[in-house]
Structure formats: structure tokens, C-alpha cells
């Protein structure tokens, strides 16, 4: 896999999926944009180390869910680089609670910063890929999109638009040589899972068949399959990394 001389702009680049995933790339060989929103000095740091490594990198700030913010992000990324050729939308937050429990504003603030993040990503990124002919964009959705979860009804109702999302993106940029997959994580260590009790984790890994949880870098691993000419003939798929969790 190699992606020398291209440029890749990861959402939520900061800390965990999204810092593995940004440490990948640059490994096999692309200059990374990393996007934060509450975390400067982390994506500092994620920068230096890619700077590290060789590769050009920069860290910008914005909220995927606001227009405003994303077409600056885009505007300052093309002010930098030639192209864009990868994008991940990997920006996700939870606000758990039960249905019946659920504050609108938790619902519309997870729907938000998900599904329309990714989608205003997409659009405004897609217009560039396009033009150039080639592109290749990955979501980063949930098996809970898939399977459903009790306490995540606006995550996974989010997930679940992200997959729909990938599909129709695909359909449309598949004719301008524009690659859209999504990567559906299950439970992976991060700041996400982290505050989980034990028992919560020991139950969740009764039902991986690999008996255990992943780490941010075996998400990484398929992201940077999707991003690469050796998945050229991939489009609209949704690559679970679970352990065997769903299937
Ligand atoms: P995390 O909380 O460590 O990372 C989320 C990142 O998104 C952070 O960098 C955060 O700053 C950023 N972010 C949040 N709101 C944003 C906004 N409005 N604009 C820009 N950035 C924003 O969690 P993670 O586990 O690394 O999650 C990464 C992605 O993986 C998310 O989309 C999450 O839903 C998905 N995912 C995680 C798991 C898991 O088990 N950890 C499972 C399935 C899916």
C-alpha cells in the first residue's frame, strides 16, 4: 500500500480512531491535515509526529457540523495542497440515554455532528474529487448502525445515516473516480470506551468472537486498505472490524 504525494484529511484527528488512522496514512506515505475541535495541543503533537516521519502535516480547527467551518477547513486545505484525494470522516460523538429519557437536544447535537458532519465533509470535499477525477473517502459508521444498541437510539440513528449516506455518495461520485466506503469499528479502546465500567466491557467482549476488544490501529489497518489502489474496485461497502462481533 502506497500513498506517497497525497493528501488526506482526517475529521477528529486528534486522539484515538482518528490518531491512529492519521499515523497510518502518513506511514504509508500521504501528507495529513489533522482536523480537532477541542484539542489543539493533540493534534499538535500528532502533527510533529508525522512532521516526524517526513510527510507534510497541519492541524486545523473546525466543527464538522457547522457549513461555515468546513468550507474554511476545505478553503485553507486547497490553499496548502494541489489535491485532495482521501477524506475521513471519522468526527463522532454519544450522548446515551434512553429513548424515553432522551433530551432533543442530545439527539440533534449526535445527529449533527455524525451524519450531517459527514455530510457537509463529503459535499464540499466531493466537489474538489471531482474535478481531479479520483478521490477516495471513508465514514467511519458503527456495527451499532447496523444492529441497533438500547441506550444509543440517536448514535445509532446517526451510524445508520452514514451507512445510507455511503451508499448514495457512492452511487453519484462512483462515474468521477471517487471511492466511498464506510469502516463500521465495534468496540474498540478509546476515549469513547474508556469510561465504560468493567463489567460493561467484560459482557460486550462475551459477544466477540475474537474474545477481546480492538485497538484504534486495527481500524486503521482497513481504513488505509480503502484508501489504497489495491481497493480500486471497492465502492459502497461497509467493512465491519469487530472481531466477528456482527456478521
Ligand atoms: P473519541 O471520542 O476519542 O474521538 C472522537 C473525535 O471526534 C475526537 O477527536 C473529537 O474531538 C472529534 N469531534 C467530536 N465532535 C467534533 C466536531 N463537531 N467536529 C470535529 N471533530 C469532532 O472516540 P473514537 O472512539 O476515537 O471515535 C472515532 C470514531 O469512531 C467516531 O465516529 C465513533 O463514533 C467511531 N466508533 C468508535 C467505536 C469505539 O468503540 N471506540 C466504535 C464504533 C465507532
Known amino acids: ?124 470535499v466531493a466537489k474538489k474529487m471531482m474535478k481531479q477525477r479520483s478521490g477516495k473517502i471513508v465514514n467511519i459508521t458503527s456495527v451499532v448502525g447496523i444492529i441497533g444498541n438500547a441506550g444509543q437510539a440517536n448514535y445509532a440513528a ?19 473516480g471517487v471511492n466511498v466506503n464506510a469502516v463500521a469499528p465495534g468496540f474498540i479502546h478509546s476515549d469513547m470506551t474508556d469510561k465504560l465500567s468493567d463489567e460493561v466491557v467484560e459482557n460486550y467482549a462475551k459477544n466477540i468472537p475474537l474474545g477481546k476488544m480492538g485497538d484504534p490501529e486495527d481500524v486503521a489497518n482497513a481504513v488505509a486498505f480503502l484508501c489504497s489502489e489495491e481497493a480500486s474496485y471497492l465502492t459502497g461497502q461497509v467493512l465491519n472490524v469487530d472481531g466477528g462481533m456482527v456478521m
Do not use: H
Not at 446517526?158 to 451507512?163: C, L, N, R
Not at 449516506?165 to 462515474?175: C, I, V
Open 1 to 124: 500500500m502506497n500513498l506517497s504525494g497525497k493528501t488526506a484529511i482526517i475529521t477528529g484527528g486528534s486522539r484515538g480512531i482518528g490518531r491512529a488512522i492519521a499515523l497510518k496514512l502518513a506511514e504509508k506515505g500521504a501528507n495529513i491535515v489533522v482536523n480537532y475541535t477541542s484539542s489543539p495541543d493533540k493534534a499538535t503533537e500528532v502533527v510533529e509526529q508525522i512532521k516526524e516521519m517526513g510527510r507534510e502535516a497541519l492541524a486545523i480547527k473546525a466543527d464538522v457540523s457547522k457549513e461555515e467551518d468546513v468550507s474554511s477547513l476545505v478553503k485553507e486545505v486547497s490553499k496548502q495542497f494541489s489535491t485532495i484525494d482521501i477524506l475521513i470522516n471519522n468526527a463522532g460523538i454519544t450522548k446515551d440515554t434512553l429513548l424515553i429519557r432522551m433530551k432533543d437536544d442530545d439527539w440533534d447535537r449526535v445527529l449533527d455532528v455524525n451524519l450531517k458532519g459527514t455530510y457537509l465533509c463529503t459535499k464540499l
Open 158 to 176: 446517526s451510524k445508520a445515516g452514514v451507512i445510507g449516506l455511503t451508499k448514495s455518495s457512492a452511487k453519484e461520485l462512483a462515474a468521477r
